[in-house]
Structures are given as structure tokens and as C-alpha cells.
């Protein structure tokens, strides 16, 4: 059997997903998220990368926002928002003191919220979900051990860990100051980015199975180089494990056109040039990319054309098709 791993952040890889199974046996496949992105919200701790691939692989996200659980209630939600209104407090996002970003739960570090008018919209099923991985994490448990009990729950086939059990926080440095990676995802309105930084990485390990993971040939999807891959890259040993396995990449552009989101913005104001070219330089340990048919950048490493968008389950296998042949090209044959 086959295996093969995945890097998932954001949306982009998620989609590639939906194609993966008709190509690799879903035993031998592991999705290794991005939990830079996390955040305690009102007290629960929110994964949205590790969300999106439990709810896609569960049959259950949804899929015309890629956030979210299917037809979810939100009666929760709208409370805590007529609450703060009647209240007349703030509903933007309200970060703790300063002396509680690293208090209570050490993996909740630099990036606690209060609950009060959340400012990321949660669903009552999708509570549910951050509710358990909470109580989980209090009752001992790893986020590797409590992501696990919750594939289990929602009957999903690969492997799905996260990046490392540690805490890492992707801030965005703006114009107007630092502020969380959620907080820009929401409200990215007239904020230059001057920089990231991942804050905890140095300190981070990745755990023993995602090493594991990496020793199989790897696949990144069209996700954000900065936010999305970025953070792993940024914890030792992940990116070392990369240059030693065959690493096979789909760009996010098409030239210097994005898919979607923030990934222009984000390359650009990190110093890189916002392009399929910009994504080969962020990507030196990557032995093979896959670019779209309208996309004539010249890169030093074998090269596969495909039409890269995916809107449906025949894209992903589509692009799943031209992932197998780059794979091909730096000799895995899967």
C-alpha cells in the first residue's frame, strides 16, 4: 500500500482532498495540519485547519463558505451578539490581558480571546466539537490524542495530526500593529502587512508521528505558502524532514494570479514576489510542482500542467491526476 502525505492549511488542500481517494487507499494516507491558525475563543480552542479536513473527510463542512459545519444552527452565537449589543460592548475581537495570553491552558499561549460578541462565527454543532477537544486537552490529553478521538468520531479514514502539540501563534505584523492571523482573516480592510512572525516556533517540536508521516512522499496543496505552510516550516525538524522525502507542490497561482484569499498579500508583505515563482523560492526542498495549463512559469524542477482550479470533486481528481504524474517525475510510483 501506497503512502503519501499531506500538508493542510486553509481551504486549498482540503480540496485537493476530495480527489485523493481515488488515487491512494485511505489507510495509507495522513493529513498533517496547520494549527497556527488556532485560537481560545471564550475559553474553547478552535483549529480551524485541523476543522475543515475533520468536517470535509466527515461528509459534513461546508462547503460554500469552507468553514463550518452543513446547515448548522446558530442560536449561541446570535445570543452572545444580542447580549453584547444590549450591553452596548465592543463586538470586535477582544483579545485577553496581556498577562493572560500565557496563563491556563499553555497551548491556548498568545492567542486568547474573550467570548464575549465572538468574533469568529461558531455554530452550535461546530461548539460541540471545541467543546470535546477542550475538555479533552483539560483532562489530559494531547491535541494529537484529541484530534484522533475526534476523527474517530466523525468516521474519518486518514490520519489527521496536528503540526505539534505545542504551541504556535502566526502573527500578522500591520500598519496599524500586531494582531493575530484570525483577526486579519476577518478584517484584512486597509491593513498593510509588514511582516509575520510565528510566535512559539523555536520552542516547538513536531511530535513523533508527524516525522513519521514525513518520511512517506509528501504533497502540499494550493494552500497559502506564509500562513498556511509557513508555520510548520517554522518548527524545527519539519522542514529538514521535507529535504529528506520527495515533496510534490500545486501552486496557488496561476502566474501572479491568486486563487483566493490572502496568499498575494501575505507573500508580498514578507519580501516575497507573489507568484507561482514566489511559491517555488518559498519551497526550496520541493522536487516537483504542479502548475496551471495558463501558467508559463519557468521553474528549475520538473514541472506538470493541469487545469489547477477545483470547484468539484472531478477538479480535485483532475488535479489529483497531475499530482500522481509529478510524483512520477522525481521516481515514486504510487
Not at 445570543?79 to 465592543?90: F, I, Y
Not at 494552500?223 to 529535504?243: C, F, H, R, Y
Not at 511559491?279 to 508559463?296: M, R, S
Request: charged share 30%; proline share 7%; hydrophobic share 40%.
Amino acid at each position: 500500500m501506497a503512502m503519501i502525505t499531506f500538508l493542510a492549511g486553509g481551504t486549498g488542500t482540503p480540496k485537493l482532498l476530495a480527489g485523493a481517494s481515488a488515487e491512494f487507499d485511505p489507510d495509507g494516507l495522513t493529513v498533517v495540519g496547520n494549527t497556527g491558525d488556532d485560537i481560545e475563543l471564550g475559553g474553547l480552542l478552535v483549529c480551524p485547519d485541523l476543522d475543515t479536513v475533520l468536517f470535509h473527510e466527515g461528509d459534513v463542512l461546508d462547503t460554500d463558505r469552507w468553514w463550518g459545519i452543513e446547515d448548522d444552527s446558530h442560536e449561541t452565537n446570535a445570543e452572545l451578539h444580542r447580549l453584547a449589543n444590549a450591553a452596548d460592548l465592543d463586538t470586535g475581537p477582544r483579545y485577553l490581558p496581556p498577562r493572560d495570553q500565557t496563563a491556563g491552558r499553555p497551548i491556548a499561549r498568545w492567542r486568547r480571546f474573550s467570548g464575549i460578541a465572538e468574533f469568529m462565527t461558531i455554530g452550535d454543532r461546530d461548539r460541540a466539537v471545541h467543546i470535546t477537544r477542550t475538555s479533552l486537552l483539560d483532562e489530559g490529553k494531547t491535541l494529537t490524542e484529541a484530534t484522533q478521538i475526534l476523527a474517530d468520531a466523525f468516521d474519518v479514514d486518514p490520519m489527521l495530526l496536528p503540526m505539534s502539540d505545542d504551541p504556535v501563534a502566526t502573527i500578522v505584523a500591520t500598519d496599524e500593529g500586531p494582531i493575530h492571523f484570525q483577526e486579519y482573516w476577518l478584517d484584512k480592510a486597509d491593513r498593510e502587512v509588514t511582516g509575520i512572525e510565528f510566535r512559539g516556533a523555536d520552542e516547538a517540536d513536531p511530535t513523533d508521528q508527524v516525522l513519521d508521516a514525513l518520511d512517506a512522499p509528501v504533497v502540499i496543496g494550493p494552500s497559502n505558502p506564509v500562513t498556511s505552510i509557513g508555520p510548520m516550516l517554522a518548527v524545527p525538524g519539519i522542514e529538514q524532514a521535507l529535504d529528506r522525502t520527495r515533496v510534490v507542490a500545486v501552486s496557488p497561482f496561476i502566474e501572479d494570479e491568486v486563487f483566493s484569499g490572502p496568499a498575494a498579500e501575505l507573500m508580498r508583505g514578507t519580501g516575497r514576489e507573489p507568484s507561482s515563482r514566489g511559491v517555488a523560492d518559498a519551497y526550496p526542498f520541493v522536487d516537483a510542482f504542479v502548475l496551471d495549463t495558463d501558467d508559463g512559469t519557468d521553474i528549475d524542477r520538473p514541472v506538470v500542467r493541469t487545469d489547477t482550479k477545483i470547484h468539484d470533486e472531478a477538479d480535485s481528481r483532475r488535479v489529483m491526476e497531475a499530482v500522481v504524474d509529478a510524483l512520477a517525475e522525481v521516481g515514486i510510483d504510487v
